[in-house]
């Protein structure tokens, strides 16, 4: 008879610690934002869009071996001679296929990051083509999308404001953490 008295009073105590954090929480203020009047500012690691600085990479290949969804590709330039150039002659990267994990960012031999993440959340695509951006020799950083349509590249508009995007750079380029 007593365990069952025991019983109640624990259970009791538990509905009361229940009760008082509900109690708790009910009279802190809120703290939603009006998105997108207001936005939140990302923390410093977070993973946003990828960025790339087609003019200063080697295409030595190592983001793209260090990817794990095989998302990255890249294709060398040729010179005169018939010889792999150090430049890239195109780089892409499918978004789609993309699972954020930096290891392309931290795999690049060059301070500052050749390729590095910026800090923009506001990713949107209307199809999957437009998850793949490419670069070539004079592209912005935001890189171009593919337009099956027309069977051409074109500017990311309406996606990434580049101006706009803050990112882990400063006078010099990217900064890695």
Known sequence: MTGYFHRIAR?????????????RTLVKPSITV????EKLTPEPMFRGVL???VERCTACGLCAKACPSNCISLQNQVNEAGKRAPKAA???IDLGRCSWCRLCEESCPFKPKVVWH???YEL?????????R????????AGWVHDPKKDAFRDPS?????????ARHDEKGPKHD
């Open 90 to 92: 195109w780089y892409a």
């Open 124 to 132: 949107v695509f209307w199809s999957r083509d437009e998850m793949v």
């Open 34 to 37: 009006q998105y997108p009047t």
């Open 158 to 166: 309406g996606q990434v404001v580049i101006q706009e995007v803050p």
């Open 118 to 120: 910026s800090i923009d």
């Open 51 to 53: 960025l790339y600085d």
């Open 11 to 23: 259970d009791s105590w538990a509905v009361c610690k229940g009760m008082w954090v509900t109690l």
């Open 134 to 141: 490419c670069w070539k020799p004079g592209t912005p950083l």
